[in-house]
T-cell receptor, first 112, second 111 residues
Framework: DADVTQTPRNRITKTGKRIMLECSQTKGHDRMYWYRQDPGLGLRLIYYSFDVKDINKGEISDGYSVSRQAQAKFSLSLESAIPNQTALYFC???????????FGSGTRLTVV | QQQVKQSPQSLIVQKGGISIINCAYENTAFDYFPWYQQFPGKGPALLIAIRPDVSEKKEGRFTISFNKSAKQFSLHIMDSQPGDSATYFCAASINDYKLSFGAGTTVTVRA
């Protein structure tokens, strides 16, 4: 099993729909992150959590929400999906920056 | 607005050549500068990192050069191999806080 598992891997949804992307990890790390990747823009931070009771907004949190259900689970929700939220979404975990982030394989989301 | 500016967006190099990717930043509070490597269909993975008290760090064929006064740092891939074909991201952070990534550089190594 992968250290960081994201589901689904691919999703097509319609404008206005609510959608949840899920992330689970077996690393035992406290820190978890959600990034989106867009061509030419790199990786931009949406939300991050340093423990179960700690949730913080990143650079581009508008239109998104998160839930940290347990140390191992961190889900990202799009309350009302819009086409410019079409992107590749990554979940990541870390102990601290020195050991690097462990990324999942990503969820490719298309909003039509 | 990205806090770390990365260039070029893409580059092509012949096998055995040198790939050079540059990054620049403005925030002098940044104290940790990693590079991540991403293969198609995969998430990024830590490649090499440097702190501003060091001007160069080498791991195998990968070298980071750091110029604190110019607020720039670069990744050199020596003797580039086809297996190095990937997207590379520079990043920066402050006090073990969240990472800010550059826009990425797609490197293609031609055999």
């Amino acid at each position: 099993d992968a250290d960081v598992t994201q589901t689904p891997r691919n999703r097509i949804t319609k404008t206005g729909k609510r959608i949840m992307l899920e992330c689970s990890q077996t690393k035992g790390h406290d820190r978890m992150y959600w990034y989106r990747q867009d061509p030419g823009l790199g990786l931009r931070l949406i939300y991050y959590s340093f423990d179960v009771k700690d949730i913080n907004k990143g650079e581009i949190s508008d239109g998104y929400s998160v839930s940290r259900q347990a140390q191992a689970k961190f889900s990202l929700s799009l309350e009302s999906a819009i086409p410019n939220q079409t992107a590749l979404y990554f979940c990541a975990t870390s102990v601290n920056r020195n050991y690097g982030y462990t990324f999942g394989s990503g969820t490719r989301l298309t909003v039509v | 607005q990205q806090q770390v500016k990365q260039s070029p967006q893409s580059l092509i190099v012949q096998k055995g050549g040198i790939s050079i990717i540059n990054c620049a930043y403005e925030n002098t509070a940044f104290d940790y500068f990693p590079w991540y490597q991403q293969f198609p269909g995969k998430g990024p993975a830590l490649l090499i990192a440097i702190r501003p008290d060091v001007s160069e760090k080498k791991e195998g064929r990968f070298t980071i050069s750091f110029n604190k006064s110019a607020k720039q740092f670069s990744l050199h891939i020596m003797d580039s191999q086809p297996g190095d074909s990937a997207t590379y991201f520079c990043a920066a952070s402050i006090n073990d806080y969240k990472l800010s990534f550059g826009a990425g550089t797609t490197v293609t190594v031609r055999a």
